[in-house]
């Protein structure tokens, strides 16, 4: 009751966060962690799987069961006794009280039993952990897009600012007779498109700012990034990351754990047709009657044993080994799977780095580009038409300069996500241990 309290009120709280300050890629993260409906009902279904997983909790510790029964029948049922008397054989008021203890002596796959119950408790902490994984990379991905949408924001501007140039230059040559009405025209178009561009641009910024503020778990923020550039690590060798996020990946660990949890169900399956042995110890008071006391205790050893099942157990572990074949299957296509991620990532990182320092090149000869063709239209050595390509190919460098630098940040979080860089650390022991993480 105390958990599901204190992660509602966590809930309730949600949308309540400040950010008064610029955020950067990591503190956003550490806000969605704290705020995120999506991770706060990840919580509450590894909990909700942990409670049932207890269920099947193997358990050495003995059952007790007590019962009460008062009865009140008619007729009293009489039989002899020696001596020539009659004596209450079913009494009209009848009362029992009777207490009675089982422990299970031996019971066939005890093992397999608990190591199922300890996968399937790592299981619900995997899930959890995948879910979590996938909520930090939903935020990075909804920062990058962000700052990338206010980084487009900049350069439209600043196109806005060259067109706004322009065109006063070409007004002022109009106006001294140097210019002619069409290049006005030309140049007024230039404007307005990069007018548009300013607008569609803003649109970005409010759709990406609201998306932040969804995977933050917040609502109605103005957030303010950070300016300066995100942190990177040194990135690691193909070879490295492929085997650490081999090791690392909550999906690997959650497959892993299944299959551990299919195989120990499999070899449960076949023991259902083997015999148990229980002991059993009952103390009962009671009406008396003609053949039973008042009061005895009685000890009893139990072998139950259905050897004779219609199939069942052959049917049930076919079923079981089918499922373990499935799951093993899952873990090659998973294998293959985060090898070609992750090499995607390091890939997608070394081009957008490359492409920086390309770019950077091209931005420099596209403006002494812009500078040359202003300098030859302020002497009527060229048309307003060679202004205007040249303009909008420095507005293209540097769009792709912002891109490729996000693209860099971004391949950066989708490496992180590969390799499972933020997962928590795993519980040593049992589930147990994964519900007081949780609490």
Not at 29 to 37: D, E
Not at 241 to 270: D, I, V, Y
Request: glycine fraction near 6%; aromatic fraction near 4%.
């Amino acid at each position: 009751m105390f958990i599901l309290l204190g992660l509602s009120v966590t809930i309730l709280g949600i949308g309540h966060s400040q950010t008064d300050s610029p955020i950067n890629m990591e503190k956003a993260v550490q806000i969605a962690l704290k705020n995120s409906v999506a991770l706060q009902t990840a919580k509450l279904e590894q909990w909700t799987r942990l409670a049932g997983i207890e269920r099947d909790k193997p358990t050495s510790s003995p059952s007790v069961t007590a019962e009460a029964i008062g009865t009140l029948q008619s007729p009293t049922v009489l039989a002899p006794q020696a001596g020539g008397t009659l004596a209450p054989f079913e009494p009209g008021r009848y009362g029992k009280i009777e207490v009675r203890l089982d422990q299970m002596l031996y019971r066939p796959g005890a093992g397999s039993a608990k190591v199922r119950y300890r996968s399937e408790g790592m299981v619900a902490f995997w899930t959890y952990q995948k879910r979590r994984n996938d909520i930090i990379l939903d935020c990075r991905r909804a920062y990058v897009q962000l700052k990338r949408a206010k980084l487009y924001h900049a350069v439209a501007q600043s196109g806005l600012q060259l067109a706004r140039e322009q065109f006063e230059i070409v007004k002022r040559m109009l106006e001294a007779g140097t210019s002619t009405e069409r290049d006005l025209k030309a140049s007024d178009s230039d404007l307005a498109e990069a007018e548009q561009a300013v607008a569609k641009a803003a649109n970005g910024v409010t759709l990406a700012a609201a998306e932040l503020n969804r995977t933050m778990g917040s609502e109605g923020i103005d957030v303010q990034i950070s300016n300066e550039d995100e942190p990177i690590a040194a990135i690691t060798t193909l070879e490295t990351a492929m085997k650490t996020a081999l090791e690392n990946r909550p999906e690997m660990k959650l497959l892993f754990e299944s299959l551990l949890a299919a195989r120990a169900g499999s070899a449960l399956a076949g023991t259902q047709n083997k015999p148990t042995i229980s002991a059993r110890a009952s103390a009962i008071a009671q009406t008396p009657s003609a053949y039973t006391d008042a009061r005895y205790i009685a000890g009893s050893l139990v072998m139950t044993w259905h050897p004779f099942d219609n199939n069942k157990t052959r049917i049930d572990v076919n079923e079981a080994n089918g499922h373990v074949a499935e799951l093993e299957s899952q873990c090659r296509e998973l294998e293959l799977g985060i090898r070609s991620e992750t090499r995607k990532a390091i890939l997608d990182y070394g081009e957008a780095e490359k492409r920086i320092g390309s770019i950077t090149r091209q931005i420099s000869s596209a403006q002494k580009s812009l500078d040359i063709s202003r300098l030859r239209y302020g002497v009527n050595s060229t048309t307003q038409v060679e202004v205007s390509a040249a303009l909008f190919a420095l507005i293209k460098a540097k769009k792709n300069h912002a891109e490729a630098i996000m693209d860099r940040i971004l391949a950066y979080a989708e490496l992180q996500h590969s390799i499972g860089a933020d997962i928590e650390v795993a519980p040593s022991e049992n589930s147990n241990k994964s519900q007081r993480a949780l609490k």
